[in-house]
């Protein structure tokens, strides 16, 4: 079997994107790859959490994957703390990369925002640890959403120039898997921004803990423009508030945009919406209601997250003492 690596960040409630994007992609791939499913704690920290709503967060995140379907019997799940052997292979990456492959990463940019000089060394340095968090598993594949692809050329580069640099052929040249309808979720208040978790607004995101009626009040404000729905794909360009809230609808419908427009176009956005919020709910419902029975039992996430480590590290531990080995550093 192929190793496939992935991780979300405890830095606020899981929203649709999160499960668009990455999780709901993940369940379909256990089968077929050993699965390792990280909350990134490490890279929640690149920007201010509050420690006890950092713990609360990395058990909601695990609960979740669970909740989604993520199988905790087929796949390792832990947190990346647990697991030094990450941060240590970042640093031996801080020293592989160059800061000109970083100074063109648009997430620093957009989440360092204008105000640059105030942004923490660690956000700047964030592609590197993701690149190690990859490595130190050697793993082949990574299911993300399309926000994540820079990143990943990033990680290849890495990958590919401590192979050059040391004259081995030691790690792989990773693949990101970027599946489904709604690779890249935008944001209910501005089409051309992401969906995320950490946006300030709650408005812009539906949350998966969110309620029914949460659900149908951010989908009937979502922005939109004035012209009827689009009756083909073609009729979506330049329309991107119109085609995200289509993508959304293709995707938790398993059904295609083209199927969509086909069916609401021509009509204003009133009756799609309605239908989108009950589908919405429909499929979120239950995820929701899961994650909520295992967030109360924390001994259980808790465990989960424990033996996801011990599995982890068998596996990462004689990677970096390879690398180790590779790099020179002495062990005596
Ligand atoms: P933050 O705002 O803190 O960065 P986030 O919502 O971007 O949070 P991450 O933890 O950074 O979430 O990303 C977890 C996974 O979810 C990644 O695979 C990422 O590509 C995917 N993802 C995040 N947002 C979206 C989105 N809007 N659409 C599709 N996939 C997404
Ligand atoms: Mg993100």
Known sequence: KQRIFSGVQ???????????????????????YE????VV??????VWQDPEQLRKATREVAAGMIASGVDPKECIIFNQSQVPAHAELA??????????WLNRMTQFKEKAGKNRERASSGLYVYPN??????MIYKATHVPVGEDQKQHLELARDIAQKFNNDYGVDFFPMVEPLILGEAKRVMSLRDGNSKMSKSDPSDN????MTDD???????????KTDSEPMAETPDGLEGRAEAKNLISIFAALSDRSVADICTEYGGQGFAQFKSDLADLSVSVLGPITEEMKRLCDEKTYIDQVLKEGSEKARKISDPILKDVHKIVGFLQS
């Open 10 to 32: 405890p830095s606020g409630n899981l929203t649709l994107g999160n499960y668009l994007g990455a999780i709901r992609n993940w369940v379909g791939l256990q089968k077929n």
């Open 41 to 46: 704690d490490l890279h929640a920290i690149t």
């Open 204 to 207: 812009s995101r539906i949350n």
């Open 129 to 134: 640890l993701m690149a190690a968090d990859i």
């Open 91 to 100: 640093w031996i990456f801080n020293c592989v990369a160059r800061l000109g």
């Open 35 to 38: 699965s390792i499913f990280c």
């Open 212 to 222: 029914r009626d949460t659900i149908a009040k951010k989908i009937r404000k979502a």
